[in-house]
T-cell receptor, first 113, second 114 residues
Framework: DAKTTQPPSMDCAEGRAANLPCNHS???????VYWYRQIHSQGPQYIIH???NNETNEMASLIITEDRKSSTLILPHATLRDTAVYYC??????????????FGQGTTLQVKP | NAGVTQTPKFQVLKTGQSMTLQCAQD?????MSWYRQDPGMGLRLIHY???????DQGEVPNGYNVSRSTTEDFPLRLLSAAPSQTSVYFC?????????????FGPGTRLLVL
């Protein structure tokens, strides 16, 4: 299973961009990178995912390096409500049409006023 | 849509007791799964289902049973509760096309086994 490595914690000033890195050096060619976050013991919330192109949605941007061995989640204007644990996940294929998400320890992002 | 709902929110059991954690979704999702999360840890997959009548084991299935008689419901049964099963349990269902894992999670059930 492709594993991910994230820093255990990061701080960010409110209103600034938060850049959360993730290493996934053993990722295979057809595996997607997913980002979820978990706010204070709530259920995890989907943020974004990508394969090899950069992706953007209303919540965040995902930058994937050309060799796909690492990625960065960008929250463009962090707010206090973005304080959470952020999980970078590589989907593990179970069958040809489904897979599972292996959650690691994640990065605890603290947004400070 | 209510999304993914879980009941109960909290439960205290004695060792050896059995119980069922309920999970329901109203999004017509084929794929549903159960995770447990221990303090300070990430989520670990217990069981999953790719459709009604089909279930399979995840990473930590021992001590748990599941069934999927309808698309909407995916209950998790603890056969004989043990203190090691004290955890927060999350149910999730998946949307999106084949090969993608945009999952929606429920609010969780907090279980304490004494």
């Amino acid at each position: 299973d492709a594993k991910t490595t994230q820093p255990p914690s990061m701080d960010c000033a409110e209103g600034r961009a938060a850049n959360l890195p993730c290493n996934h050096s053993t990722i295979s060619g057809n595996e997607y990178v997913y980002w979820y976050r978990q706010i204070h013991s709530q259920g995890p919330q989907y943020i974004i995912h990508g394969l090899k192109n950069n992706e953007t949605n209303e919540m965040a941007s995902l930058i994937i390096t050309e060799d796909r061995k690492s990625s960065t989640l960008i929250l463009p204007h962090a707010t206090l409500r973005d304080t959470a644990v952020y999980y970078c996940i590589v989907r593990v294929a179970l069958t040809s049409n489904t897979g599972k998400l292996i959650f690691g320890q994640g990065t605890t992002l603290q947004v400070k006023p | 849509n209510a999304g993914v709902t879980q009941t109960p929110k909290f439960q205290v059991l004695k060792t050896g007791q059995s119980m069922t954690l309920q999970c329901a979704q109203d999004m017509n999702h084929e794929y549903m799964s159960w995770y447990r999360q221990d303090p300070g840890m990430g989520l670990r997959l217990i069981h999953y289902s790719v459709g009604a009548g089909i279930t399979d084991q995840g990473e930590v299935p021992n001590g748990y049973n599941v069934s999927r008689s309808t698309t909407e419901d995916f209950p998790l049964r603890l056969l004989s509760a043990a203190p090691s099963q004290t955890s927060v349990y999350f149910c999730a269902s998946r949307s999106g096309t084949s090969g993608q894992e945009t999952q929606y999670f429920g609010p969780g059930t907090r279980l304490l086994v004494l």
